[in-house]
């Protein structure tokens, strides 16, 4: 479950790491003394989502007038297809440099991964692309923990080593402790700033905890609006449905083998755009999720990855056709599918239509991320 990056900056005052003053309004007739003790501020609309700041979900104000003005332009305005229910107003930060630090896990390895990077501010996906080389990566043994002496070296390596190289040490500590803390999918901060004064700030958070752990933090579960509209309603049919920020649907049967596919797509560089699983008293809902992703409009191509045991491949493959034959997935699909019922479960997909059709899914990954950039290259 995805946090707002108001409840990640929360966390991150709690555990040490600096944050600029701010509140969070959710009205425009809220009183306005913080903007008057704090100005000039930036405003930031809490969304589940990425991209906000190119869809105008950011916004800056030194004066009264126009911070009113800005207030209900962001509660009017939707992102990608969200309403803006909460603003975080905070104080304006001078940059002097921004970086990139997270922390995720390496599925294929059963490792966690600390990325830094002194290019931050975009997205850590679209400076992969960018510029690969800016990112240095560690990974470690989830038993041994992180050792402060390997991130001093990495953080010498990237030419910090006055005093906003050692905050970048202590915050870097600061957010591993939250991402075991509180069984983190992923925990970054982008960007983590030096202001003109030398300061090391947090100016944006995010952190994703894992579904399985989220009883263990009532405080989150409490809010149902925590979840975007397609996460509500997957919830509802009991599927474990995650939206992310890429345009590649998944679909798979098991918590494992759904985020191996997430690895898989990412390894030949596509975005997913959702983690969904069928399995155990929900592989027989394929059609229902299905439902689910192609209602994501981002979806431009689905992988639909199983590993038939309980769940069988049949009757997944029976719900995939009824979906097919119905006529709601306009974009391409690709199936790797094996285990049990796997056999009468490619022969009933070959019957709907589908071609697209493997045991690898190795080879099934490779050929969603080439139907992607087909689809991109031809204007879709």
Request: with cysteine; proline share 3%; aromatic share 8%.
């Amino acid at each position: 479950m995805k946090l707002y990056e108001y409840e990640a900056k929360n966390i991150f005052k709690q555990n040490g790491i600096p944050v600029a003053p701010g509140i969070v309004i959710e009205s425009s007739k809220e009183n306005s003394l913080f903007f008057e003790l704090n100005k000039p501020v930036v405003l930031k609309s809490q969304v589940l989502t990425g991209g906000r700041g190119k869809a105008g979900g950011i916004r800056f104000a030194n004066k009264i007038d126009v911070y009113k003005k800005e207030v209900d332009n962001l509660f009017a305005l939707k992102i990608k297809n969200l309403p803006v229910k909460k603003i975080l107003v905070e104080k304006e930060i001078l940059i002097k440099k921004e970086i990139y630090m997270g922390y995720s896990i390496l599925r294929s390895a059963a490792r966690i991964v600390f990325m830094i990077s002194k290019e931050g501010g975009m997205e850590i996906e679209e400076l992969a692309k960018k510029s690969p080389d800016s990112i240095i990566k560690h990974s470690f043994d989830i038993l041994n923990g992180i050792f402060e002496s390997d991130i001093i070296k990495i953080v010498e390596k990237l030419g910090f080593r006055d005093y906003a190289g050692k905050k970048i040490v202590e915050i870097a500590l600061s957010l591993y402790k939250i991402f075991i803390d509180y069984e983190c999918e992923v925990a970054e901060i982008n960007p983590l700033v030096i202001t003109q004064n030398n300061e090391v700030v947090a100016a944006d958070g995010k952190i994703s905890i894992y579904d399985e752990a989220i009883a263990k933090h009532p405080e989150y579960m409490k809010e149902e609006d925590n979840y975007t509209e397609l996460e509500k309603k997957a919830r509802k049919s009991d599927l474990g449905y995650v939206e992310m920020d890429g345009d590649i649907g998944v679909l798979g049967n098991g918590a494992g083998l759904n985020m191996a596919t997430l690895d898989i797509i990412t390894y030949f560089g596509g975005k997913p755009a959702n983690f969904l699983e069928v399995s155990g008293r929900t592989y027989h809902k394929a059609k229902e999720a299905l439902e689910i992703i192609i209602s994501n409009p981002k979806v431009k191509v689905i992988f639909g990855n199983f590993f038939g045991c309980i769940s069988r491949c049949d009757v997944i493959a029976e719900g995939i056709a009824e979906a097919v034959k119905s006529g709601i997935i306009k974009v391409p699909i690709v199936i790797s599918m094996r285990g049990t019922g796997a056999k009468e479960g490619i022969k009933t997909l070959k019957n709907a239509g589908l071609k697209n059709i493997y045991e690898d899914d190795i080879v099934a990954g490779e050929r969603v991320v080439k139907l992607r950039r087909e689809n991109v290259n031809s204007g879709k």
